[in-house]
């Protein structure tokens, strides 16, 4: 839905005032790219081509990039309006770098003081001659040996990457957050949101007036509004015949901007409907609308936003009010019955305008708990369809060869097939997920994140563990050393380099590729293939080119299989979101399966540690390079995810203590009854108490919601974000645009001047991605020359 949460934006930098014209570097630009429409139009046959390319060109427009070219070189990236939570992601990816350097360092003095390679491959030679004891004992002492430095090395490395870990916390909690909250002044700095609002309040003019009468004595020395205006959120999950609100109110919104996209000259005329039926179409929206507010079918959903003119005004309001008394004579007998309003909840927000998705208020918690369990259903089931096709591949593939007993390097090649057959797998899951959940229903964008991070890691974990057991076992492992036989200890280490030849370079490398691909290049791929095929090829009759229309998803159907129109194509090839939760999955679970090389009789773990140092580096540069062309700007305005993530990292880190519990095991300084109890209790408790630390750093370091030093006042917020509570409000904007005086539905007064930075052209509905198209700038075969040759600030 349009504006919806981690897929909204965060439009204009917040390093100074929203900059609506265009540099002479961008003209340049966009002239290139409209010259290439502007030749397909000159065809009659090429105008849906002509679409396509417009299409084409928006979403690079869109593109994290196209906003901030010099973001990679940039120190001051708290400045940028990106949000705090993708700055503290690319701060993780460097924390992740350290750990991987330092654990691979680890490794390496491990193999240098405890060397088994040249025992095992002995006792591998030795195997059925007359040497046999005399060799068991050999690697037995050297097993011990590296047991032992294998323990001492894993408890030290617990307490330097905790260490590491919760300074690092510390800094990012203290500092990064702390300069982006004092250096960055945000919506979220002037808002107090309201619940429990009665749903027959639909005037924000009425709203602001009552409140401006309750909150009068935050300052009674001066009787002028400390309020700056009210936002409400209404209720389109309400259905009307069988029709939900969402349903009418989209395609409202997709005309408008579409409209107002020709009046800015962002959009060729030839590739929008005719005048004529644009001025229809406007008609009929107008009467509709108008008619749900005659209907009273429109209503609140219950919450409100309220935003001051003052940081210290919020403040005072937040510490004084914990709830509003709502004079009863306001409620409407009808509309108010089911409920009592007797009181309006207050408390702070934790997300920005463009951090809402504003056609999910009220989403009916029975659907939505059936559409959660569908979404855990289906992951599930799409785990057990994988586990068969790992298990009928291993049985066409790998059995065969095991059978005749062929050394355990001889199954390299289907190993690595494996590896790739398991990162596409997880790479399909991760698309899944991440398509479910954002279809559930969730508010808030940062609460879509989260349950995407944490079903995404659990099911990617589970099929990546699984399968990796599956494919490299190759027979039971001698738990006390001093048991152990040459082909015992053998055959644990070939499960290890099973384990390697799995995971690197193929499942590291190929996941995350596929995953970028399916989840970013494919879906504008397969857009401009199906647009490509219908309106430019002309392929197949009506059904079938309907039928393939239906792939994509779009917030309006399209008008007609024969003529594309512009703003069809935008949505047809729209970039993706950028969403940290799948981004984060992989500082899980690449790790976690690295460390199964600690719990295993191998020295050869600098291998597989030094490919996870190697992919750490890759996916930190891929982040701050390759994604910015790939992901549409997002506003990433919360650290739920961040700190989830720092959360789930101590499953990782448990896994240290753990090993050194293990090897005492098998060395035998742990009876074996003792050490099967301790060995799986020290990664629990290790665990919680890892937890109980983080949430206390949280709290203990978490800056709080005071009053920046300085308040440059919501109305310069406005000019520099260009976003506000109002144009990305579909309804809001509606309001303005059709009837902005309709009895009971009043908006504020001097709306377009209140809500709307100065700089836009008229009352818009911000798009997520498409602040750019809100400047005043026109570009026509005509004056193009003379453009190219203005000042940039004349232009």
């Known amino acids: 839905s349009i504006g919806c949460g981690s897929q909204s934006i965060a439009c204009g930098s917040q390093s100074g005032p929203l900059k609506l014209v265009n540099t002479k570097a961008e003209l340049e630009a966009l002239e290139e790219e409209d010259e290439k429409v502007q030749d397909l139009l000159e065809k009659e046959e090429t105008f849906n081509a002509a679409a396509v390319q417009h299409g084409l060109n928006f979403a690079r427009r869109s593109s994290i990039f196209a906003k901030h070219p010099k973001f990679f070189q940039s120190r001051e990236t708290v400045t ?4 705090v939570g993708l700055v503290l992601f690319y701060n993780t990816q460097l924390f992740l770098i ?9 490794m390496g003095l491990v193999q240098a003081s405890a060397n088994m390679t040249n025992s095992l491959t002995w006792a591998g030679e030795q195997i059925g001659t007359r040497c046999l004891q005399g060799s068991a004992d050999l690697v037995r002492v050297d097993a011990v040996r590296f047991a032992t430095e294998m323990g001492l090395m894993c408890g030290q490395l617990f307490v330097i990457l905790s260490l590491v870990t919760f300074g690092f916390l510390v800094l990012s909690l203290h500092f990064t957050i702390g300069m982006y909250d004092s250096n960055v002044a945000s919506w979220e700095d002037y808002t107090m949101k309201l619940t429990n609002v009665p749903r027959s309040m639909t005037s924000e003019r009425k709203f602001m007036s009552l409140l401006d009468e309750k909150l009068d004595a935050l300052d009674p020395q001066t009787h002028e509004s400390k309020i700056y205006g009210v936002s409400i959120a209404y209720d389109l999950q309400r259905t009307i015949e069988k029709i939900s609100l969402a349903t009418q109110i989209t395609p409202m919104i997709e005309n408008l901007i579409e409209r107002d996209d020709i009046d800015r000259g962002w959009c060729q005329e030839k590739l929008a409907p005719e005048s004529d039926k644009r001025k229809e179409q406007e008609d009929r929206d107008k009467k509709d609308f108008e008619k749900m507010l005659r209907d009273r079918s429109l209503r609140g959903s219950g919450e409100a936003f309220v935003v001051f003119k003052k940081q210290k005004y919020l403040h005072r309001a937040l510490a004084v009010f914990r709830g509003i008394e709502w004079p009863q004579e306001m409620l409407d007998e009808q509309i108010d019955a089911a409920k009592d309003y007797h009181i309006v909840e207050v408390s702070g927000t934790m997300s920005e305008p463009t951090g809402v998705c504003w056609f999910n208020f009220n989403v009916d918690p029975f659907w939505f708990n059936v559409r959660f369990a569908q979404v855990h259903l289906v992951a599930l089931a799409l785990f057990v369809l994988f586990g068969g096709a790992a298990y009928a591949y291993y049985c066409k593939m790998m059995r065969p060869y095991l059978q005749a007993d062929l050394p355990p390097d001889q199954d390299d090649l289907a190993l690595q097939v494996a590896g790739n057959g398991v990162g596409i797998f997880n790479a399909i899951i991760q698309m899944v997920v991440q398509g479910s959940v954002l279809s559930m229903g969730y508010s808030r964008g940062w609460m879509a994140d989260l349950t995407i991070f944490r079903l995404n890691t659990a099911v990617v974990a589970l099929n990546t563990a699984s399968q990796l057991f599956f494919f490299c076992w190759r027979g039971n492992i001698r738990l006390l050393l001093s048991e152990a036989s040459p082909r015992d200890i053998t055959t644990e280490y070939a499960f290890y380099i099973n384990i390697q030849t799995m995971m690197t370079p193929n499942m590291f490398f190929v996941q995350y590729i596929l995953n970028e691909v399916l989840t970013a ?8 293939l199906v647009l490509k095929a219908v309106f430019v090829w002309d392929l197949g009759n009506p059904f079938i080119k309907k039928q393939l229309l239906g792939i994509l998803d779009m917030p309006r159907g399209f008008r007609s299989t ?20 799948l981004e984060y999955t992989f500082g899980i679970v690449y790790p976690a399966g690295t460390f199964c090389a600690l719990f295993l009789l191998t020295d050869q773990a600098s291998n597989i540690t030094g490919w996870l140092l190697v992919f750490t580096i890759f996916f930190y540069v891929f982040q701050r390079l390759g994604s910015l062309w790939m992901f549409r700007e997002t506003t990433h305005d919360s650290t739920a ?3 989830s993530f720092f959360r789930a990292w101590g499953l990782v880190l ?3 203590p753990t090993a050194t519990c293990w090897w005492l095991w098998r060395r035998g300084v742990l009876p074996m ?4 109890v301790l060995t799986p209790a020290t990664y629990v408790i290790t665990a919680f108490f890892y937890v109980v630390v983080v949430d206390y750093i949280e709290a203990l370091f978490m800056p709080d919601d005071a009053e920046d030093a300085k308040d440059p006042d919501v109305a310069k917020v406005m000019e520099q974000r260009g976003f506000s509570w109002w144009n990305v409000n579909p309804v809001y904007v509606l309001k303005c645009r059709f009837c902005p005086e309709f009895k009971g539905y009043e908006v504020h007064e001097d709306s377009e001047k209140l809500c709307w930075p100065k700089n836009f052209k008229m009352a818009s509905f911000v798009e997520p991605g498409s602040l750019f198209r809100h400047k005043d700038y026109k570009v026509s075969i005509h004056h193009r020359h003379s453009h190219s040759h203005r000042d940039p600030e004349q232009a």
């Open 80 to 83: 940028q309006g990106v949000g």
């Open 98 to 106: 350290l750990c991987s350097l330092i654990i691979w360092y680890a």
């Open 521 to 528: 290049l494919a879906q504008i791929l397969i857009g401009w």
């Open 562 to 581: 024969e003529r594309l129109y512009a703003r069809e194509a935008e949505q047809a090839l729209r970039l993706p979101p950028m969403l940290m939760s």
């Open 641 to 643: 995810c961040f700190m």
């Open 654 to 656: 448990a896994l240290l």
């Open 673 to 676: 009854a003792l050490g099967a």
